[in-house]
């Protein structure tokens, strides 16, 4: 693969408002914080929202019905969303399709390619994107001078604080590898209502807490996420809502593809040519 070349945006900056795991029908749910949040998100104006999963608690199609009404809410035009595996759980993955359309989104915006993938199994905790997926993954990556963004529910790599790990996706070193090949600039998941950033091969992957639910671990408190992508300078901020906004990651989206050496084993997953 040739190196990335440097990202062309139509327009700077290109605004992303990342929130997850509402869980909306737990008693941890709390609708001050939603409302508050949908609020801020308004104020702020992004050219997205993403919401990566889990809106829902046991995935009803009453809390499906309440999840779809609070995101209505929401004034931004363009609003991707995908369901997390309390989403998937009781066959809710029907009530998401009914109600939020397709499971996986693909998105281009001013400069900005955008995929947002289901990786929930009904009725488990944890889940996997599948090598069927992966050629689709690399085709929606193709252009070379884009910013790329991929979205799902659960955390790529384990996140500290969060005891012991369970829920990563079963296929996460075969993906990870697929994303860093494709040049992916930026990774938003959610999950484990702790946020965190970790940088890998010049992609950052970026978990977003919980942004409505008391379920929280230690300190950690309800919070989402603001990325503004320019040119030559991305940043991206943790957002409480109510209180302030802080800095988490600021990075330069470097021609940082090609640096890898893909395996022979996702090579024909994927349908490469072997070098």
């Not at 900005?112 to 009725?123: N, Q, R, T, W, Y």
């Not at 860093?180 to 998941?189: A, D, F, N, P, Q």
């Not at 802080?246 to 021609?255: K, N, T």
């Not at 890898?260 to 090579?267: D, L, P, T």
């Amino acid at each position: 693969m040739a190196p990335q070349e440097k990202v062309r945006l139509q327009k700077s900056p290109v605004t992303i408002a990342h929130i997850s795991d509402f869980h909306i029908g737990s008693y941890h749910f709390v609708s001050n914080l939603l409302n508050r949040t949908i609020q801020e998100i308004n104020e702020e104006g992004p050219d997205v929202v993403i919401i990566t999963g889990d809106l829902t608690n046991e995935g009803f199609r009453q809390e499906y019905n309440t999840a779809r009404a609070y995101v209505n809410n929401l004034e931004c035009p363009r609003v991707i969303v995908v369901p997390g595996n309390h989403d998937s759980r009781n066959v809710g993955y029907l009530h998401f399709e009914e109600l939020f359309g397709e499971r996986f989104t693909r998105m281009e915006i001013a400069g900005v390619d955008i995929l947002a993938v289901d990786s929930s199994e009904p009725d488990l905790d944890n889940g996997r994107i599948g090598r069927e997926r992966y050629k689709h993954i690399l085709q929606a990556f193709a252009r070379p001078d884009s910013f790329k963004v991929f979205a799902l529910h659960h955390h790529l790599l384990p996140v500290p604080g969060t005891g012991r790990e369970r829920n990563i996706i079963y296929d996460a070193g075969d993906l990870l590898e697929v994303l860093i090949y494709s040049g992916v600039h930026l990774v938003l998941t959610g999950h484990k209502h702790v946020p965190y950033v970790w940088e890998l091969e010049g992609m950052y992957v970026v978990n977003a807490g919980t942004v409505s639910s008391l379920r929280l671990r230690g300190h950690t408190k309800p919070c989402y996420n603001l990325v503004e992508i320019r040119e030559d300078e991305v940043l991206i901020y943790r957002k409480y809502p109510f209180g302030e906004r802080d800095v988490i990651a600021c990075f330069e989206p470097g021609a940082h593809g090609g640096r890898h050496v893909i395996s022979g084993v996702v090579k024909e997953i994927a349908g490469l040519e072997m070098e």
